[in-house]
């Protein structure tokens, strides 16, 4: 019935997949264990069994001497996939150059910045951060931050925030309805700003349908964009918790596409 755009997906070389995937669930260590195994041949053929035709894709450095190189395989995944995926750069706060690789994420024709503040341990407001969050707002490109966390202090609601508030033009897109694990706390303070949009990646296998339709509504679906977080979750039945919720036709098509196409310029 709709185009499905899965904007969310973690994608990793086959010779580390097994082990990159490990150490996710490592760090969410109260998730379930079922998972896919990383790979790009895992996520079309799983997505497509799921009916998701294109796929945001990207990785998370936590040594800033692997930025270049996961960027690399990220474009070169981009390449092969014909037209199937977009995809992000990484870059790390310790990083030597930040300007030299922003700049050598936009040569390789990546469409955007993914931080995890939680993984790579930094504050999401830190200095160095707001460096790479003032580049993406001078060069029109969007930032997805992995958002929320109630064991730790790095990405809360309030820090992202102060973000919004220094970069009015900044086109953030906070991960998780912008707060996994503080969804409402999220909401509540974020849902005002007009620079922020959300993924609803990670957040159905934790709340009611009753609770997931009031956070669409409280981000209205001119903000919410469909994903999974692959490979931690069967891409199906995030599809279907979405249909669940019996939306209105138009609100289905931004979701599930037009919302991510407009972002990320699919």
């Given at each position: 019935?709709?185009?499905?755009?899965?904007?969310?997906?973690?994608?990793?070389?086959?010779?580390?997949?097994?082990?990159?995937?490990?150490?996710?669930?490592?760090?969410?260590?109260?998730?379930?264990?079922?998972?896919?195994?990383?790979?790009?041949?895992?996520?079309?053929?799983?997505?497509?069994?799921?009916?998701?035709?294109?796929?945001?894709?990207?990785?998370?450095?936590?040594?800033?001497?692997?930025?270049?190189?996961?960027?690399?395989?990220?474009?070169?995944e981009v390449a092969?996939?014909?037209?199937?995926?977009?995809?992000?750069?990484?870059?790390?706060?310790?990083?030597?150059?930040?300007?030299?690789?922003?700049?050598?994420?936009?040569?390789?024709?990546?469409?955007?910045?993914?931080?995890?503040?939680?993984?790579?341990?930094?504050?999401?407001?830190?200095?160095?951060?707001?460096?790479?969050?003032?580049?993406?707002?001078?060069?029109?490109?969007?930032?997805?931050?992995?958002?929320?966390?109630?064991?730790?202090?790095?990405?809360?609601?309030?820090?992202?925030?102060?973000?919004?508030?220094?970069?009015?033009?900044?086109?953030?897109?906070?991960?998780?309805?912008?707060?996994?694990?503080?969804?409402?706390?999220?909401?509540?303070?974020?849902?005002?700003?007009?620079?922020?949009?959300?993924?609803?990646?990670?957040?159905?296998y934790a709340v009611?349908?009753?609770?997931?339709?009031?956070?669409?509504?409280?981000?209205?679906?001119?903000?919410?964009?469909?994903?999974?977080?692959?490979?931690?979750?069967?891409?199906?039945?995030?599809?279907?918790?979405?249909?669940?919720?019996?939306?209105?036709?138009?609100?289905?098509?931004?979701?599930?596409?037009?919302?991510?196409?407009?972002?990320?310029?699919?």
């Open positions: 019935m709709y185009n499905i755009y899965d904007a969310h997906c973690h994608i990793y070389p086959e010779a580390i997949s097994l082990k990159a995937v490990a150490a996710v669930d490592t760090f969410y260590d109260h998730l379930p264990a079922e998972h896919y195994d990383g790979t790009t041949a895992t996520l079309v053929k799983s997505g497509a069994m799921a009916g998701i035709t294109h796929y945001l894709v990207h990785s998370v450095a936590t040594r800033p001497h692997q930025v270049s190189s996961i960027n690399r395989f990220i474009a070169a092969a996939s014909r037209g199937a995926f977009t995809g992000l750069g990484t870059m790390h706060l310790d990083s030597e150059d930040l300007r030299r690789d922003f700049e050598e994420l936009q040569a390789l024709g990546l469409r955007g910045v993914k931080l995890h503040p939680d993984i790579q341990r930094f504050e999401a407001d830190a200095p160095r951060a707001m460096e790479i969050y003032g580049m993406c707002e001078d060069a029109g490109l969007p930032v997805l931050v992995h958002t929320g966390d109630y064991r730790y202090d790095y990405s809360n609601p309030q820090r992202i925030a102060r973000i919004l508030r220094a970069f009015p033009r900044l086109q953030f897109v906070g991960a998780h309805f912008g707060g996994w694990s503080v969804w409402d706390e999220a909401a509540r303070v974020l849902a005002d700003f007009d620079n922020i949009s959300v993924d609803c990646s990670s957040t159905f009611t349908p009753g609770k997931a339709r009031e956070l669409v509504r409280a981000w209205t679906p001119d903000r919410v964009m469909f994903g999974t977080d692959y490979p931690l979750w069967p891409q199906q039945r995030d599809v279907d918790a979405l249909l669940a919720m019996d939306l209105d036709d138009a609100d289905y098509r931004k979701i599930f596409w037009e919302n991510a196409e407009r972002v990320y310029g699919i």
